[in-house]
């Protein structure tokens, strides 16, 4: 890494009224808009410079709203899949990659694409700010914060369901700067995000911001940057499973930017995203023709995430309604949402196993089935462009090699807690 890094140039446009206006801080939407709406990043550099390797998530830095690098990132990797793809008859399938998987230079130590989000957050972050960030997940996020965090010493406050925690493993003893809340047994990743919400009207907390924040979105468009770029040219067909439909989103939207390059065509890539079955919202809401989301009992939808497999698709208010969200991602690029069974998405890990070599996520395993269900359909020619996006892998090969630690809660709150109860417990906490 031996050029001197500038900190990214690129203003911020409301997907509401189009207006365009520069980014004064932490910006989650846009000032004096009364209409609910997704930002976007437009960025000075049109045409995508890749540094090299050495950077890191930050060889796309032109397209990722960063003030500064964070040490430790590693980029998604794609290939073109010789194995699965010989299995499904494919003839031009090319699988992302984000994960633990030395042999192919993916590098990703808490073994899922949140990576991508993390770093690109916390580059956005300025330092002289002073406050905590406060991140709500359901378990991969949640390590991949921590790690990022811990690293490079910024103040973290974690919201994760109690259920949930035995996903926050690391190699190695997290500075004390990271801290975890936990809501209560039986509690599901929307309560974690209602615990963020009380935590963020405390002083001295400031909020992650999900899918409103274009450095999450864009920092998850990395995976569409590297298929693009390693195939030379934008894919027909884009697979990945969903919970938010946020990495969705950031496909599109980096797809916009590849057409603008000029290099890659100018195509939009069709958006099949999927949903692990029983757990449905999204793929109900699509289904019916609808932008608003549909009415879902609490206790049935717990019981829902209870059932499913891929527990990180377990996101009951997704930014798919929202203007510039999964709805008009939808529309605009084309597509289609997909579910899988919990069976089916063992029988794809099985399968991708056996055919790539690596592990994976049931989440990604969840979009390997699906695209097997669309090749089986016939809705997908098997000569298309296709890019598997694999958001997760490699974890049963890094714990097989690496020792483990893991983070034990600071503070214990009800499924729904009260501000008062947050207050309480966070003052007098140091970070």
């Known amino acids: 890494m031996e050029e001197t890094f500038i900190p990214t140039t690129y203003k911020l446009q409301s997907l509401a009224t189009g207006n365009i206006f520069e980014d004064t801080g932490w910006m989650l939407d846009a000032t004096g808009e009364e209409k609910p709406a997704l930002i976007r990043a437009i960025y000075d550099h049109k045409q995508l410079r890749l540094r090299d390797d050495s950077w890191g998530l930050y060889r796309f830095a032109d397209w990722l709203p960063v003030s500064r690098i964070l040490k430790g990132s590693s980029a998604p990797v794609t290939y073109k899949s010789e194995g699965l793809a010989k299995e499904l008859g494919l003839t031009n399938l ?92 039986g509690s599901d990743y929307f309560d974690a995000i209602h615990l963020s919400n009380l935590a963020t009207q405390c002083e001295g907390f400031l909020a992650e911001g999900g899918a409103k924040n274009v450095a999450r979105r864009d920092g998850m468009g990395t995976t569409t940057l ?21 990495g969705a989103i950031a496909a599109w939207e980096a797809n916009l930017r590849l057409i603008d390059d000029g290099r890659f065509g100018s195509n939009k890539m069709k958006l099949m995203v999927s949903q692990n079955a029983p757990f449905l919202p999204i793929y109900e809401a699509w289904k019916a023709g609808s932008r608003a989301m549909l009415p879902y009992d609490d206790d049935l939808a717990r019981e829902h995430v209870t059932e499913i497999d891929a527990k990180v698709l377990s996101n009951r208010k997704p930014p798919y309604p929202i203007t510039g969200g999964l709805y008009d991602a939808m529309c ?28 994976i996520y049931a989440a990604s395993a969840v979009a390997t089935a699906s695209l097997i269900n669309s090749l089986e359909e016939g809705s997908v020619e098997k000569d298309a462009l296709i890019m598997l996006n694999i958001t997760g892998g490699g974890e049963e090969r890094f714990k097989r090699e690496h020792s483990l630690f893991y983070l034990e809660p600071t503070l214990m709150f009800g499924i729904t807690p009260t501000l008062e109860d947050v207050k309480a417990q966070l003052e007098g906490l140091k970070w």
């Open 94 to 185: 090319w699988i992302t990659f984000s994960g633990y998987w030395p042999e192919k230079g993916a590098g990703m130590t808490t073994c899922s694409f949140k990576e991508t989000e993390a770093y690109s957050v916390c580059g956005r972050l300025n330092p002289a700010q002073k406050q905590v960030l406060v991140v709500a997940s359901a378990g991969n996020t949640a390590r991949a914060f921590a790690k990022v965090c811990s690293d490079n010493h910024i103040p973290l406050l974690l919201c994760v369901p109690h259920d949930y925690i035995n996903a926050l493993w690391f190699d190695a003893p997290l500075n004390d700067c990271v801290k975890l809340a936990v809501t209560a047994f």
């Open 226 to 246: 590297s298929a693009v770029t390693t195939i030379g040219r934008i894919p027909d067909y884009y697979f990945q499973a969903v919970g938010s439909g946020t």
């Open 332 to 359: 605009d690029a084309g597509g289609d949402v997909l579910k899988a069974t919990n069976l089916e998405a063992r029988a794809a890990k099985e399968l991708f196993l056996q055919t790539e070599g690596i592990d």
